[in-house]
């Protein structure tokens, strides 16, 4: 209600392009220009990171989706042109 920062969670190497939120699972992702995705842990009280993805070295992502009628699939798209479809709970 203050607008007061409670925390941070996560770090990227360059700027953070893109959030996802999957409520059923409780995870959140993050994904940005250093080709990095991080899944977080929301049951965590510190949503801790639970592992981190590279699906590729080159590009970053500009955008991240959970399917709404697959809920363990999510969809990121690469500034390359590519887009890769991740299972969250295993990367």
Do not use: W
């Not at 203050?2 to 409780?26: F, M, R, W």
């Not at 970053?60 to 709970?89: E, H, K």
């Amino acid at each position: 209600m203050t607008g007061e920062i409670i925390g941070c969670i996560g770090t990227h190497k360059d700027s953070v392009e893109t959030i996802a939120i999957n409520a059923p699972l409780q995870i959140a992702a993050s994904a940005g220009m250093d080709s990095i995705i991080n899944i977080y842990d929301l049951k965590d009280v510190n949503c801790a990171i639970k592992f981190t993805i590279e699906p590729t070295q080159f590009g970053g992502f500009s955008r991240l989706l959970f399917s709404a009628c697959l809920p363990n699939v999510m969809f990121a798209a690469s500034t390359l042109g590519d887009m890769f479809l991740i299972d969250p709970r295993n990367g």
